[in-house]
């Protein structure tokens, strides 16, 4: 596989180049119903509507391919939410939500609303749909293949059945737009980026990123080293971002967290009775994997089947979620059926509320693949899985068993990042599963910076807890760094949450 390196001459050039001008125009309109769907409450129209009234609409045309300007133009969609303060306004801040896929457009509204009140007092925040994404130029590849499967442990046939369909689908998605799909990388996000800052009038931009978001600006950094200002990039990737992506690092940090969970349980086993001390808790999950994955169990009123994958979700999730999942396997030791119990069928009964254009699988996909160098072949993917499984019984389930680029058709081209001047944070969640705890130092060991440890197992929560986005807006604001951030607490007590 061939590598990208950032920070060339070439890169620099692209802030010299003459940018267009950015298209503002009216922005779409909101019903109360698409408020619904964005998780936000009737208590909370009014402020949101008022935050869509200061928000601006608007795109701006940049190349497909940087090494042919000339050639075919595509369209990124952006907003800007301006800064309260005007007078006193300090710059722009773009914001990336994670992916790769993830859209950014409304994200400034979604920041202020969600913890980050104040961020926008002194800043224009810039959401934006990276290209690919949203109602930026984008291609539909068809969903990829979703079978049903099998109740228990998947078998080898099953995987490679699976390794071959997620083969011919890989095919069939980068020849629907082979150019276009071959241009979606993360340094010609950070292109779009600079142009969207050139466009703005800014001399330096800042960013706020989550999760593939910290790649972004870890990649931006790299190239564009003088034309960015303060960054605060929250759940960091790796420096090497996809390589060995399920790691033991990762999977370890699944596990590590599950065994947080049962020492919750355990403390409340007058609620439920699974036991009185971690390893007790833990044996009895293990117990339920191989009972139900043994005999899976079917309800008459929910198409639902609970076998060990299903248990081992329930025991893979944050902390926020724990009285729900605890309640869950409560539930299911010794359940029988045949209507699924009442916390069951909340939990996994129906699909998840919330808006499905938020994330786009084909961007996701290309973002993810056309960087990734990582092994693909069925052999090492179904080898490391097999260890995984023996490693952690009960979470190794939840991670997956077939590379997710295999068949991709266009060759790797991973980007490279390296450390340059400027003010940076990365907080890293001592907890999380998604992007483990570890990655956090090991891309400030890279790329440098003030590492703040967050006290929490929520990925991306930083902005989300008023104490923390209180850091957040203050470093932006003043660019006083900090080592440490309040998380999202532990549930004190067994209630089981309201969904969503």
């Not at 978001?213 to 950094?221: C, D, F, K, N, Q």
């Not at 960015?228 to 759940?235: E, G, K, N, Y």
């Not at 089947?305 to 999942?325: E, K």
Request: with cysteine; glycine share 10%; proline share 8%.
């Amino acid at each position: 596989m061939s590598s990208l390196t950032v920070g060339t001459p070439a890169a620099a050039a692209d802030s010299r180049a003459r940018t267009p001008a950015i298209a503002w125009g009216k922005c779409p309109e909101f019903s109360d119903e698409n408020l619904r769907k964005m998780g936000y409450k009737e208590d909370q129209f009014a402020a949101v509507r008022k935050l869509l009234g200061r928000m601006d609409c608007g795109t701006i045309g940049v190349p497909q391919d940087y090494e042919d300007r000339g050639g075919k133009q595509i369209i990124v969609a952006l907003t800007r939410l301006k800064a309260a303060d005007q007078k006193n306004r300090l710059g722009s801040l773009a914001l990336n939500p994670g992916g790769p896929g993830g859209s950014g457009y409304l994200m400034p509204l979604n920041l202020v609303m969600r913890g980050a009140a104040g961020l926008d007092e002194r800043y224009d925040l810039i959401g934006i749909d990276p290209r690919g994404v949203g109602r930026s130029t984008k291609v539909t590849c068809p969903d990829g293949p979703r079978g049903k499967p099998s109740p228990g442990p998947i078998t080898e046939e099953q995987a490679k059945k699976t390794y071959a369909d997620m083969v011919a689908w890989s095919k069939q998605c980068t020849q629907q737009d082979l150019a276009f799909i071959g241009q979606l990388t993360t340094p010609n996000v950070a292109r779009d980026i600079d142009r969207i800052r050139a466009a703005l009038g800014d001399r330096k931009i800042s960013f706020f990123g989550v999760s593939w978001g910290t790649w972004l600006g870890a990649v931006m950094r790299t190239m564009f080293p003088g034309n960015v200002d303060r960054m605060w990039l929250d759940s960091s990737t790796p420096p090497d971002i996809w390589k060995g992506f399920w790691t033991t690092t990762h999977t370890d940090a699944v596990d590590r967290n599950f065994q947080r969970m049962a020492a919750w349980m355990a403390e409340r086993d007058d609620t439920y009775g699974l036991g009185t001390s971690k390893r007790q808790v833990v044996a009895a999950v293990e117990d339920m994997v191989a009972s139900y994955d043994a005999e899976p169990l079917t309800f008459t009123d929910v198409d639902l089947t609970v076998d060990g994958a299903l248990i081992a979700q329930a025991a893979g999730r944050p902390s926020t979620q724990w009285p729900m999942m605890a309640q869950v396997l409560k539930e299911l030791t010794g359940a029988k059926g045949p209507v699924a119990p009442p916390t069951v069928k909340k939990a996994f009964g129906d699909p998840p509320a919330g808006d499905e254009t938020q994330t786009d699988k084909t961007a996701g996909r290309a973002f993810h693949c056309n960087e990734d160098s990582s092994p693909s072949t069925f052999a090492s993917n179904w080898k490391d899985y097999q260890q995984r499984l023996k490693d952690y019984p009960v979470t190794g389930r939840t991670s997956p068993f077939v590379h997710m680029c295999a068949g991709w058709l266009l060759p790797a081209k991973p980007p490279t990042v390296r450390p340059v001047s400027g003010s940076l944070v990365l907080s890293g969640h001592r907890y999380e599963t998604q992007t483990p705890y570890e990655w956090t130092p090991a891309m400030r060991a890279v790329i440098g910076g003030t590492l703040a440890t967050v006290n929490d197992d929520v990925h991306g929560s930083a902005a989300q807890v008023p104490g923390c986005a209180a850091k957040i807006i203050d470093y932006f604001e003043t660019g006083k760094h900090t080592t440490t951030c309040p998380g999202k607490p532990v549930p004190a007590s067994a209630q089981t949450p309201q969904r969503g």
